[in-house]
């Protein structure tokens, strides 16, 4: 019997379906099956990410109003086996499908997949009552910004009432610089306002931009901070004790032998 | 028996008339007599009305009642029924007091888009986070960082105060007053509370010490009790 895992923010662009991306590729690299459902319906954009729009026949909408079984809308990856899309429609819009409708998928695909990860639209509406209604678990994703924090904080009140177990937080799109300098909230300080567990946090990292635009998974290949990251955040999914990622920029052989002689730079 | 015993009983004292309606006859029967012992009473000079207080002992009095009393009581224009006093009161009744004077413990966390509303005093163990509001009729008492907006005496009690291990408030409010943060950015304070001050006519915020003699009648029960 699988996990559902529903990625939700509340407000937009702080890099949901990204991590949903990232952590359900992650997942799959350690050779769990994971599924992935966009729900962001109307505004599809998993597909994309993952880099398999052009492979698209049927959708979730299909799927609720009967047109098609569930199997035939599911889209294998192409780069794992164990891990699959149900994309989202693009021409309906948000409040298309129930909560109940969503639960009866979730359900069936729990029986197929160790992980079933959720991409939650933007938004308190019916498409996030729908995302989060078949969910066991949530990750809520938030930027270092106030306005972020503040939605995060209203989707972490919202979730309570819900029967999924307490929120975990992944803090996107981290800049150290500014962190130190004061410009945004550091992590502590975000801790101390939000209150839940820290699953992982992400630098902002041109290499994840550069993915998505490339249609492959930053966390495929391990070459740079944020895949280490994502890769991180789903060890922690799996119940390891992984520490978290140094935010300081390691420079070259000087700053470590430095840091080595505990001389502060 | 009416002959053996009077119903009524009529006290002079230094802020006017006292009447005590004995609460073991019927109103009725207690009523008449009133009405008897009124009549007898002939002011015929031109005095100023003389207050009446009503002690009523374990009686009871609906509105009615009460209003038929009063009627009768400043029927000739030499009386106003000041006050009424009686030990009882309904059940309803008290509850709400009781509700109104309660200190109501929570824990939680009030977070963005969160509303908590009491009847009473408020003592919160948790935050208040932006965005959040906390709302009461009494005092808020917050062991916590308070974040959002706590708006103290809602129904108007302006003795209201705020109080909360960490404050940095988008708002406060006391009754009818409102002050908010400053526009520039600025750290909170720990352990201070938020009053309103009657010379400067606003909501200050103060080290909690100072409660103990601006507010020594914090202890709500016993102040709402005074103040009925």
Same mark, same amino acid.
């Given at each position: 019997m699988g996990e559902a895992i529903v990625i939700t923010s509340g407000k937009g662009g702080v890099g949901k379906t990204t991590s949903t991306a990232n952590i359900g590729t992650a997942l799959a690299l350690m050779e769990k099956k994971v599924c992935l459902i966009d729900t962001d319906i109307g505004l599809r954009n998993l597909d994309v990410v993952m880099g398999l729009e052009n492979r698209i026949i049927y959708d979730i909408v299909d799927v609720i109003e009967g047109r098609c079984k569930l199997k035939q809308a599911l889209i294998k990856d192409k780069r794992f086996d164990c891990l699959a899309l149900l994309p989202a429609s693009q021409t309906s819009d948000k409040s298309v499908g129930t909560t109940e409708h969503m639960k009866k998928i979730i359900t069936e695909l729990k029986q197929e997949y160790d992980y079933i990860i959720i991409d939650c639209p933007a938004g308190i509406e019916q498409g996030f009552q729908n995302a989060v209604a078949g969910a066991d678990k949530a990750i809520v994703i938030t930027t270092p910004e106030k306005s972020s924090v503040r939605d995060a904080d209203r989707i972490i009140g919202l979730l309570e &009432?819900?029967?999924?177990?307490?929120p975990k937080l992944v803090i996107n799109r981290i800049r150290n610089h500014m962190m130190k300098s004061g410009d945004m909230y550091d992590v502590d300080e975000i801790l101390q306002i939000l209150s839940i567990d820290l699953i992982g946090i992400v630098i902002d990292d041109d290499e994840v931009i550069k993915a998505s635009h490339k249609g492959e998974p930053v966390a495929f290949h391990p070459n740079s901070k944020a895949s280490i990251s994502y890769r991180n955040i789903a060890r922690r999914i799996l119940g390891e004790t992984v520490p978290l990622q140094s935010?300081? &920029?390691?420079?070259g052989v000087f700053q470590k032998v430095k840091k080595f002689f505990g001389i502060r730079s | 028996m009416r002959e053996n015993k009077q119903l009524i009983t009529i006290k002079g004292t230094r802020d006017g008339l006292t009447l005590f309606i004995d609460d073991s006859c019927s109103f009725e029967d207690a009523f008449i007599e009133l009405n008897e012992k009124l009549i007898e009473?002939?002011? $015929?000079?031109?005095?100023p009305r003389v207050p009446v207080t009503i002690k009523l002992g374990n009686r009871y009095l609906d509105l009615e009642q009460t209003t038929r009393l009063q009627e009768l009581i400043e029927r000739d224009s030499h009386f106003y029924a000041q006050e009424f006093e009686s030990n009882v009161i309904q059940k309803q009744e008290a509850l709400l007091w009781k509700e109104e004077s309660e200190v109501k413990a929570l824990t939680r966390i009030i977070r963005s888009g969160q509303v908590l509303e009491v009847k009473g005093d408020l003592l919160l163990v948790g935050d208040v986070n932006p965005g959040g509001k906390v709302v009461s009729t009494g005092n808020i008492y917050i062991m916590?960082?308070?974040r959002g907006i706590a708006h103290a005496? $809602?129904?108007?009690?302006?003795n209201a105060i705020i109080a909360a291990s960490y404050m940095k408030p988008s708002q406060l409010r006391i009754a009818d007053y409102i002050s908010r943060a400053p526009d520039y950015e600025s750290d909170g304070v720990y352990m201070e509370c938020g009053l309103i001050d009657e010379e400067k006519d606003k909501i200050v915020i103060d080290r909690l010490q100072v409660l103990s003699h601006r507010r020594k009648d914090l202890s709500g029960f016993e102040r709402r009790m005074l103040n009925g």
């Open positions: &009432n819900k029967e999924i177990e307490d935010l300081e &920029n390691e420079k | 009473h002939h002011a $015929s000079r031109e005095e916590g960082n308070l005496g $809602s129904d108007g009690d302006r």
